[in-house]
């Protein structure tokens, strides 16, 4: 009876010794994959399977073995996650809708959850309800989070969407239990991805921090949750106070630890604040986040994280690589083969980088170039000048990858492609669709009003690249008036200045991109009304659909053939001369760099700050004089008031 009595004794210390014991767990982490599922880097150099013999990054078959590898080194619970923005960005994507290829990879190597950003809501939420059924079909979802969404029930456009998280294929949230612990986990999005998700409408998005204390409370409560975890499509900021998830984590306590998006920020450490860990592991799988931790009494305690460079001393997973490569031959049939391409075809060649940056670039030039010229030689009639561009323009957040020389120089379809992938037509069809509509020359200069005025308000994406127009702006000069000159034309045709006053009544054509045009209609409602532009027709009726301002492809077919500007892009590289005599063309020097379409001239003097000053100057003008003015006659009255106090007192002494 006492052996009985003590091993139970026993038992029960050992009990309570081994759940006092603090229990070490790791978190694998990505953000932001957009379907990079071949790696950043010119697509002749990428090897992944033969390691150490190119200068590439990224790729998911060597995100596979890295998380592979990374399971083996643990003895303890390991989890992998993903903050959302896994979708846009390659060929690849364009068979999402059909295919769900990103979610069945994610889900093969063994994602726990997947988080959605705002590029998941590129393809509208019908688009996105076929993405996660494809992938359901297939038996190849992960897990999905999203607790942000809201519905619009008098609209049948996101009914789709709806029934799909209805059904079990989105949750709010997931508690996965590991090693005796209860792990609850949720994925929301930031207030800066959900405005930059416009082709999510009608769905909403619910504020975060409300959303964080309401799933944080259920699952604390409800779920008995040990660790809470949010996959955060927020991102983060040099400045904490401006940083979304710093101030999640500081706003809503019992967040233990958040996976953060959107920013595509590389950091050197973890953070934390508010007694919550924030880590984020860059953009595009260049780098796998791993997060160790342990939690002991209750509380989470980092241990130590490191971001794991997905380069070439790691050899990809076979079977991933397999699949990947199985999907290029897909793409080839159903997507490249109507245009003339193949997913490796070699179109042209350079001998520099065209990189990305905020401000006037090579590539950027080279982008609009494309546009114009396309838009010109498809849709234009050589005895009308006014059907030929003007002004065509493409914002900075729409340019997503650079042009790299890498070992050869020679660059394929799949890699032109990365440069401008994003979208979805009005048709339905993938990819961004050229819309035309006609200003008059106060609109372009108004529009040209986005570098100079929004941009440093709202960032790097709101970055204009223009063809056809070069001018200057005054950074010193009042809001939305900085523009100071503009020349319409070309270093090869000639430069001649814009009229950009009101009395210039004629029209002139500017194209874009749909997301790009929307903006420009909508700039307005940003600037109190100052930038309002009027989208026209080519004889000044407003435009109030931007569908009807498509351009059509082939006229001779019925219905609007969308003209997308990635072909585009393709076509105008493959007119350039093969100068070398290889049998590929060359990319031409003056795209090596600026060639000062875009002057940033900033000055105080009198002169610059008023020259051409339209009336938001002059109003600010008049209100600085109206302030001046009036403090002047406060100074002026406290002066005769203070004289008046002397003389009155002057005045009682002599009476004495």
């Not at 660790?227 to 940083?243: F, K, P, R, T, Y």
Request: hydrophobic share 45%.
């Amino acid at each position: 009876m006492r052996r009985a009595l003590f091993a139970v004794i026993l038992a029960i210390v050992c009990v309570a010794g081994l759940s006092a014991q603090a229990r070490r767990f790791t978190i694998l982490h990505t953000n932001d994959l957009h379907s990079h599922v071949q790696g950043v880097s010119p697509e002749l150099d990428y090897s992944p399977l033969l390691p150490n013999n190119d200068a590439t990054v990224g790729g998911w078959s060597r995100l596979a073995s890295a998380i592979g590898a990374v399971r083996a080194e643990r003895k303890n619970p390991v989890l992998v996650l993903d903050a959302g923005d896994f979708l846009m960005g390659t060929l690849f994507h364009m068979l999402a809708r059909e295919e769900g290829l990103e979610l069945g990879l994610l889900a093969a190597m063994g994602y726990d959850a997947v988080g959605l950003g705002n590029h998941e809501f590129d393809l509208m939420p019908d688009g996105l309800a076929r993405i996660l059924s494809a992938a359901d079909g297939r038996s190849a979802l992960p897990p999905m989070l999203f607790a942000s969404a809201v519905f619009d029930p008098g609209n049948p456009k996101d009914d789709s969407l709806e029934q799909v998280f209805a059904a079990g294929l989105v949750r709010s949230y997931r508690v996965i239990e590991k090693d005796g612990l209860r792990f609850g986990l949720f994925a929301i999005i930031g207030k800066d991805a959900a405005e930059v998700a416009p082709f999510a409408s009608p769905v909403e998005f619910r504020e975060p921090v409300e959303v964080a204390k309401e799933m944080v409370a259920l699952l604390r409560e409800r779920e008995q949750a040990d660790v809470v975890i949010c996959l955060s499509h927020s991102g983060l900021a040099d400045d904490a106070d401006e940083s979304e998830d710093v101030l999640l984590a500081r706003e809503v306590p019992g967040i233990d630890i958040i996976v953060s998006g959107h920013t595509h920020t590389r950091l050197e450490a973890p953070l934390q604040a508010g007694g919550t860990i924030i880590v984020q592991a860059w953009e595009y799988g260049k780098q796998l986040g791993v997060l160790d931790f342990e939690v002991d009494a209750g509380k989470v305690r980092l241990l130590g994280w490191r971001p794991v460079a997905l380069d070439d001393s790691i050899a990809g997973d076979p079977a991933i690589q397999a699949r990947i490569d199985s999907f290029k031959r897909v793409i080839n049939h159903h997507v490249l083969a109507a245009h003339g391409l193949s997913y490796g075809q070699v179109l042209a060649e350079t001998g520099f980088d065209l990189k990305a940056a905020e401000a006037e670039t090579g590539l950027g030039n080279l982008v609009a170039d494309s546009i114009r010229w396309y838009v010109d030689r498809l849709d234009s009639d050589p005895a009308d000048p006014s059907t030929r561009v003007t002004l065509a323009v493409e914002s900075g957040g729409v340019i997503r990858d650079e042009i790299l020389r890498g070992s050869t120089g020679r660059l394929t379809v799949a890699d032109l492609f990365r440069v401008l992938p994003l979208g979805v037509g009005l048709d339905g069809s993938m990819a961004y669709p050229l819309i035309s509509i006609y200003l008059t020359g106060a609109e372009v200069r108004k529009a040209l009003e986005v570098v100079a005025s929004v941009h440093p308000l709202k960032g790097s994406d709101y970055f204009l690249q223009v063809s056809g127009v070069r001018f200057k702006y005054n950074p010193r000069r009042v809001l939305f008036d900085r523009v100071t000159s503009v020349e319409i034309g070309s270093d090869l045709e000639g430069w001649r200045p814009l009229d950009t006053s009101r009395r210039n009544t004629t029209l002139y054509r500017v194209v874009a991109n749909y997301y790009n045009s929307a903006f420009l209609k909508l700039i307005g409602g940003f600037t109190f009304h100052i930038l309002d532009i009027v989208p026209k027709d080519r004889r000044g009726v407003p435009i109030q659909d931007l569908a009807t301002g498509r351009v059509d492809a082939d006229r001779s077919r019925s219905g609007i053939q969308e003209l997308k500007e990635w072909v585009g892009l393709m076509e105008y590289v493959r007119s350039f001369p093969d100068t070398d005599g290889d049998g590929i063309p060359e990319i031409p020097a003056r795209y090596a760099g600026p060639e000062g379409r875009i002057v940033r001239a900033p000055s105080l003097s009198p002169v610059a700050l008023l020259a051409r000053a339209s009336y938001v100057t002059w109003a600010a003008v008049g209100a600085v004089v109206l302030v001046l003015a009036v403090l002047a006659g406060v100074a002026l009255l406290i002066v005769f008031l203070v004289r008046r106090g002397h003389q009155r007192k002057l005045e009682r002494v002599q009476l004495r």
